[in-house]
């Protein structure tokens, strides 16, 4: 039942990302529903084979929904789940939710710039400050939409039941 779940999910963030964000350029950016969905996995997920293959599996997806070189599409998201799932606990005092915002916002930014040097062979500041910026913010405010609802569906907490003898 769970493996449905994530599936019906990924099917869903898809049809939202193909029917309405790509169709949104806000100052030259289209944010990516499927970036901040899959950090948002990565971050809840406890198990490192799951987040992993969540990631391959949007990897995929949105490297044909993209338009952009497949082969770093799927290399970024893959690289961005291993490192966000590696330091996802660290630091302990902070939670979960402003990791994920921060993690989101890095990597959407490297992915962005990653795209522009493949392309163009170098790096810019008109690139940074209206194409990667703005990417890592709308993808920022997608996920901090994503992660409570997800969080309340797919990664429900089970409160221990109290054994009192």
């Not at 193909?18 to 971050?43: D, E, F, K, N, Q």
């Not at 429900?156 to 003898?165: D, M, R, S, V, Y």
């Amino acid at each position: 039942m769970r493996n449905f779940k994530i599936f019906l999910w990924i099917f869903i963030v898809f049809i939202i990302q193909t029917v309405i964000l790509a169709r949104v350029h806000i100052l030259g950016a289209v944010p990516s529903l499927i970036m901040a969905y899959m950090i948002c996995v990565v971050m809840l997920e406890n198990e490192f084979i799951n987040a992993v293959t969540i990631s391959i599996i949007c990897a995929g997806a949105a490297g044909a929904l993209c338009g952009r070189e497949f082969v770093i599409t799927v290399l970024s998201y893959v690289y961005s789940a291993v490192i966000v799932f590696a330091l996802r606990k660290k630091p302990l005092y902070i939670g979960n939710a402003p990791k994920a915002l921060l993690w989101t916002f890095i990597a959407s930014a490297a992915m962005e710039i990653v795209f522009f040097a493949a392309g163009h062979l170098s790096i810019n500041t008109h690139m940074l400050l209206y194409n990667a910026l703005p990417t890592a913010v709308f993808n920022t405010v997608l996920a901090a939409l994503v992660y409570p609802v997800l969080k309340a569906v797919m990664y429900k907490e089970k409160k221990k039941k109290l054994l009192i003898i």
